[in-house]
């Protein structure tokens, strides 16, 4: 999907938010290993605004993405039944509540949060 597109993409996360509560074990830190050295499939949010943005998505400034769920390794040739006993492959919607309000409180600068989302209607 994003080849057609032709847009670079960051990958947003932050340690120590998604934890097996259990044993304190960072299930991002393990989700992100997964995504990077096993080429897995993603399904992810992207804000449609920024999506949509031509200045978002080149090499100086990637698309910001919150990923939602693996679905395939190695380039799309093998299913995902469960990447591990924590359920790492699937990033729950508190993570990824607390993950966008990271990007938009310490990441996104107040000028660019400005431009891209005042002034527009809910």
């Not at 939602?68 to 190695?74: A, C, E, N």
Request: aromatic residues 14%; proline residues 3%; neutral net charge.
């Amino acid at each position: 999907l994003f080849s057609q597109y032709h847009k670079h993409i960051a990958i947003v996360s932050f340690s120590d938010i998604d934890l097996d509560s259990k044993i304190k074990y960072d299930l991002d830190e393990e989700r992100r290993s997964h995504i990077y050295n096993y080429q897995a499939t993603i399904i992810a949010y992207a804000n449609t605004i920024q999506w949509n943005d031509a200045k978002y998505g080149m090499k100086d400034l990637p698309m910001p993405i919150f990923v939602i769920k693996s679905t395939h390794l190695y380039n799309n040739t093998k299913k995902i039944e469960c990447l591990s006993f924590h359920n790492a492959e699937k990033v729950s919607p508190e993570a990824t509540r607390q993950y966008v309000e990271q990007y938009l409180a310490h990441f996104l600068p107040e000028d660019e949060f400005d431009r891209l989302f005042k002034g527009r209607k809910k």
